[in-house]
């Protein structure tokens, strides 16, 4: 049985929210992608104190990223920091600028933070870097996690999965780790992306505008072997052009160097790409490709999942 074959199978026989609505079908209760922040705000954090509290105790997958932050954050204030550990980690896919971020948050929030290592590399799914490579990184991760949490005597793995998580695009990651026991806080609480800002902005947290930053195998293109000598030039090339962009005077939020194998696919904010594209010279940093290209429609999130197909199409 082929890899994918298997985790579908896998799918199949556990319960939960179906694999249709990890495509982007609607999920009842929960607010859709985009919506605007109103007075459920309140109602919503108050779902999400009170299934932290039933919860008890949890170990927090903690990529340093603004959801995940704010989950930490949400479940030291209920349960408090002895209830509470945090968890990123380690691997040739995480960027070492976001390894030392989530050390530095957690540091400021007083709460233990563990970094142990993964091995998405020793699954042949994930280094084949098919459409379901996310399915392989999750399932990596939990099942390192659980049995830490185990460990430290702690009831629940936790994620910072969101409600607009879940009704946006195909994310067999998400199914990964509720196959595997993980809770998703946020998602039960029904919070969404700007409600998890927004909370973050009200109490003070630096990461409520971070901008997203996606594992460093989300660079590559699908279908191309994902490798540490992969994942390191990608993470090179993008630390070298975000400074040359910062030294030109043109700082960027989002910036993404796609590997199309020979070729680097540059994406900046829409309102960069054209300032950029004047600027060829700043290109030369990115090093170890044959060609240097700009994406001239700019950054968009996720969008190597724009060739996808969803199942049933």
């Known amino acids: 049985m082929s890899t994918s074959a298997s985790w579908a199978a896998e799918l199949s026989e556990v319960s939960g929210p179906s694999e249709a609505a990890a495509w982007g079908d609607s999920t009842p209760g929960f607010s859709a992608p985009g919506s ?10 108050a779902r999400l104190a009170a299934g932290l509290a039933e919860l008890g105790s949890v170990l927090v997958a903690f990529s340093g990223g603004a959801d995940s932050a704010f989950l930490l954050t949400a479940a030291v204030r209920t ?6 550990v945090a968890a990123t980690a380690v691997s040739s896919s995480l960027p070492d600028a976001e390894l030392r971020a989530a050390t530095s948050f957690a540091a400021e929030l007083g709460v233990r933070h563990l970094t142990p290592s993964t091995n998405e590399m020793g699954r042949a799914g994930y280094r084949a870097n098919g459409s379901d490579r996310c399915y392989f990184c999750k399932a990596e991760l939990t099942e390192t996690l659980r049995p830490l949490a185990d460990s430290l005597g702690l009831a629940h ?3 910072g999965t969101n409600a607009d998580d879940a009704v946006a695009g195909f994310r ?18 029904g919070l969404t992306k700007a409600e998890v800002r927004e909370a973050s902005r009200r109490w003070g947290l630096s990461t409520w505008d971070k901008p997203a930053a996606a594992c460093l195998a989300s660079r590559i293109s699908y279908g191309t072997e994902v490798s540490p000598a992969r994942l390191a030039r990608v ?19 989002n910036l993404r160097v796609r590997d199309l194998d020979d070729t680097a696919l540059v994406e900046v904010d829409a309102d960069r790409v054209g300032a950029l594209t004047a600027r060829p010279d700043l290109l030369a940093v990115v090093e170890g490709f044959d060609r240097v ?11 190597m ?3 996808l197909t969803p199942p049933g199409h």
Not at 38 to 44: E, V
Not at 172 to 188: E, F, N, Q, S
């Open 79 to 84: 349960l408090g920091v002895d209830a509470v």
């Open 293 to 303: 290209e700009i994406d001239q429609r700019g950054f968009r999130s996720g969008s």
């Open 172 to 189: 067999p990651g998400i199914r990964a780790a509720a196959v595997r026991g993980a809770r998703t806080p946020l998602w039960d609480a």
């Open 305 to 307: 999942n724009e060739l």
């Open 36 to 45: 605007v922040v109103g007075s459920d705000l309140d109602k919503r954090l």
């Open 157 to 159: 793995v936790v994620t």
């Open 235 to 253: 993470e090179r090339a993008e630390v070298a052009l975000r400074l040359a962009m910062a030294t030109a005077e043109l700082g960027v939020t």
